[in-house]
T-cell receptor, first 116, second 114 residues
């Protein structure tokens, strides 16, 4: 059965420093997608970055990059140059298969606090 | 502006009452989803629908019901059979092809059972 594990319930980072949020996954499918979402205290879910299982390059979106290690089944999110507005809960998620209309499985989340 | 709307933002219900949460999207997305989030926890899938007039149970469907009569709408009914309905409910949608890979989320409804 597919599963997402985020082992860091909470993290602190100094403003302007980089931080890595861990995510490991378990699936027997060869084709899958990995996602990271940000949830501020308002509750909205903000899509950050996507990595397909067949993508050879690690995904990047501005200050966000995904460190994809397929053999280790890990998909860590790296946030560079942290800002105070990055304080939020971050969720890793996985979708099996190639369809964009498949269901997502979410991890438990990591709460990130950026210190000034 | 295209997006997903959920109403109401806050909802209070007495025990034993059914309540319906609204979710509407004008993104022309094919699939819609309902998730439940408990405090400090991740999202769990309740129901999802990949096409009009069809839907599938997620991991925690007991005590909930849905309908998908129109592409734009996917209402969720929380029935009195749901033992602990107090939670944050999020609706999402995604497009089959021609767009990005992600699910888009609405702003959520906080349901409290009194």
């Amino acid at each position: 059965a597919q599963k997402i594990t985020q082992t860091q319930p909470g993290m602190f980072v100094q403003e302007k420093e980089a931080v890595t949020l861990d995510c490991t996954y378990d699936t027997s499918d060869q084709s899958y997608g990995l996602f990271w979402y940000k949830q501020p205290s308002s509750g909205e879910m903000i899509f950050l970055i996507y990595q397909g299982s067949y993508d050879e390059q690690n995904a990047t979106e501005g200050r966000y990059s995904l460190n994809f290690q397929k053999a280790r089944k890990s998909a860590n999110l790296v946030i560079s140059a942290s800002q105070l507005g990055d304080s939020a809960m971050y969720f890793c998620a996985m979708r099996e298969g190639t369809s964009n209309t498949g269901k997502l499985i979410f991890g438990q989340g990591t709460t990130l606090q950026v210190k000034p | 502006d295209g997006g997903i709307t959920q109403s109401p933002k806050y909802l209070f219900r007495k025990e034993g009452q059914n309540v319906t949460l609204s979710c509407e999207q004008n993104l022309n997305h094919d699939a819609m989803y309902w998730y439940r989030q408990d405090p400090g926890q991740g999202l769990r899938l309740i129901y999802y629908s990949q096409i009009v007039n069809d839907f599938q149970k997620g991991d925690i469907a007991e005590g909930y019901s849905v309908s998908r009569e129109k592409k734009e709408s996917f209402p969720l009914t929380v029935t009195s059979a749901q033992k602990n309905p107090t939670a944050f409910y999020l609706c999402a949608s995604s497009i089959y092809e021609g767009g990005g890979n992600e699910q888009f989320f609405g702003p959520g409804t906080r349901l409290t059972v009194l």
